[in-house]
């Protein structure tokens, strides 16, 4: 079974551009998370979608959104990028939602992403 | 507040030398998950296992045990006989509909 697949996996943009990342979770998984992972507050949880709804969300700016289509695959979205933005962006996915506690994550290779 | 403290920040090992890694994590609740994850360079975070809060029998696979204390709040990992493809950075992560990590802990294991 394939895993969880991130396009693009490397990105450069410079500050004020917006940008969208994908990601197509593992066959059969309905619910997909995103993370942020930088070097000075390492991994956090940016939102869950499952079935197409958002179920949580971390403490992150508006400027971060997403969405999950009916095939599950999901997409994040960051509005007028900041330098701080600069990070690896890692999408997870799972069989249910997270709040069911035993789940699983699965990861993805990430989406190394650079603002200059 | 869910909490993940991993005290060691580097590791470095010889070949076939055990690794223990550390976690101490907090949590109001009484059912739980924890779990390690491992990063090697390429970026994607690797699950290698779960534990839940009411199942403290301590676990062997492969080279890979744990050993989870409730009363101590402490899930601690070991590699045994490490190799140079364990070297990565080694997350645990406490599952409250998102996962919390800790800090990380690198391992680098020499030939």
């Known amino acids: 079974k394939a895993g969880v697949t991130q396009t693009p996996r490397y990105l450069i943009k410079t500050r004020g551009q917006q940008v969208t990342l994908s990601c197509s979770p593992i066959s059969g998984h309905r619910s997909v998370s995103w993370y942020q992972q930088t070097p000075g507050q390492g991994l956090q949880f940016l939102f869950e979608?499952?079935?197409?709804?958002?179920?949580n969300k971390g403490n992150f700016p508006g400027r971060f959104s997403g969405r999950q289509f009916s095939n599950s695959r999901s997409e994040m979205n960051v509005s007028t990028l900041e330098l701080g933005d600069s990070a690896l962006y890692l999408c997870a996915s799972s069989l249910t939602t997270t709040g069911a506690l035993q789940e699983t994550q699965y990861f993805g290779p990430g989406t190394r992403l650079l603002v200059l | 507040a869910q909490k993940v403290t991993q005290a060691q920040t580097e590791i470095s090992v010889v070949e076939k030398e055990d690794v223990t890694l550390d976690c101490v994590y907090e949590?109001?609740?009484?059912?739980?998950?924890l779990f390690w994850y491992k990063q090697p360079p390429s970026g994607e975070l690797v699950f290698l296992i779960r534990?839940?809060?009411?199942?403290?029998q301590n676990e062997i696979s492969g080279r890979y045990s744990w050993n989870f204390q409730k009363s101590t709040s402490s899930f601690n990992f070991t590699i045994t006989a490490s190799q140079v493809v364990d070297s990565a950075v080694y997350f645990c992560a406490l599952n409250d509909y998102k996962l919390s990590f800790g800090a990380g802990t690198t391992v680098t294991v020499r030939a």
């Open positions: 949590t109001r609740d009484t059912t739980y998950y």
């Open positions: 534990r839940n809060s009411f199942d403290e």
């Open positions: 979608y499952f079935s197409e709804t958002q179920r």
